[in-house]
């Protein structure tokens, strides 16, 4: 049964569609069979990893998330390849933007979502679902329908401000609807070195959730802003650059945490493999302090 993975976050622009593409990509170079799941009405995800030619005709095509999810396509009909045969994608479509209204009223309309992926998740070793900035019905039931989250947390101020609407929104899913949503992780997002909040903001989030925190952290740089518009992840506009090497990391570390190599990696623990590299938190504390010496 493959895994089922919601990133979330209700703040908006903190790179969840970026990590949902860069993993999906990097799971699928790590020889899993992934489906990349686009719940965002602005489609982000699916474009991330379509070339612009075919986003048209793909978005048009009234075989999207939203006709499986509010009408009665199959699931099957709406997804497309989208690196061969290891990288699914159900693309999102504009009309998913009525999705939260046409649902509102229905009966189960927290579980839509489960109801279309439960008959094929076998099919998959990882399904990860791009979920919309909000805490609405979008993303509600892509909470119902997954086995975790993973929450990308940009380096700024505010960071965990509105984390804690996200975690009660888990409890409450929890004690509702789905008892065994896990938190997968998070997963800072956007670091810069060489910016001081950076590294508090991270120690910060470490000091709250020291076994939920991802040893690997995603720097922000330009080449990972340049991708998405080439319908590229990272790792393929430049298999070199750092937010490459930090989206590889995440996916090493993830698959060690779901087959229980690992699994927790705050304070003490190794590192999950994978995350030993340049672009660790370990690797970046040290750093910093160093730094701070001289
Ligand atoms: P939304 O809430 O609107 O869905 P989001 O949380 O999905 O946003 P992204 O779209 O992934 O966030 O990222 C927001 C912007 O920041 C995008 O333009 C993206 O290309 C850029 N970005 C994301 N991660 C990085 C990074 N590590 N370095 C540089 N730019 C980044
Ligand atoms: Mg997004």
Not at 269 to 290: K, N, V, Y
Request: charged share 25%; with cysteine.
């Amino acid at each position: 049964m493959g895994r089922l993975i919601a990133i979330a976050n209700q703040k908006g622009g903190v790179g969840k569609t970026t990590t949902a593409v860069n993993l999906a990509v990097a799971l699928a170079a790590d020889h899993r069979k992934v489906l990349l799941v686009d719940l965002d009405p602005q489609g982000n995800a699916s474009s991330g990893v379509i070339a612009d030619t075919r986003l048209g005709e793909l978005k048009s095509s009234g075989r999207t998330v939203y006709e499986a999810m509010v009408g009665d396509l199959p699931i099957a009909d709406a997804i497309r390849e989208a690196r061969g045969d290891r990288l699914h994608l159900a693309p999102s479509g504009p009309a998913l933007v009525g999705a939260e209204i046409e649902l509102a009223t229905r009966e189960g309309r927290e579980r839509a979502l489960k109801r279309i992926l439960d008959p094929i998740r076998d099919r998959y070793a990882f399904i990860i679902i791009d979920t919309p900035p909000s805490l609405g019905l979008l993303t509600l039931n892509s909470l119902v329908a997954a086995d975790s989250v993973i929450v990308p947390m940009q380096c700024e101020y505010y960071a965990l401000e509105g984390l804690t609407a996200l975690l009660d929104t888990i409890r409450r899913v929890r004690a509702a609807l789905n008892p065994k949503l896990e938190i997968e992780g998070l997963v800072l997002t956007m670091f810069d070195a060489r910016n001081r909040l950076s590294h508090e903001i991270g120690r910060e989030v470490q000091k709250h959730f020291p076994d939920k925190i991802f040893e690997s952290v995603i720097p922000r740089s330009v080449r990972m802003s340049e991708s998405p518009s080439h319908g590229l992840s990272v790792l393929e506009y430049d298999a070199k650059s750092a937010g490459a090497e930090a989206y590889r990391n995440l996916a090493a570390e993830l698959i060690a945490r779901v087959s229980g190599a690992g699994a927790k990696t705050g304070n003490g623990a190794e590192p999950a493999a994978g995350a030993a590299r340049s672009w660790s938190l370990r690797a970046l504390f040290a750093r910093d302090r160093e730094r701070s010496r001289r």
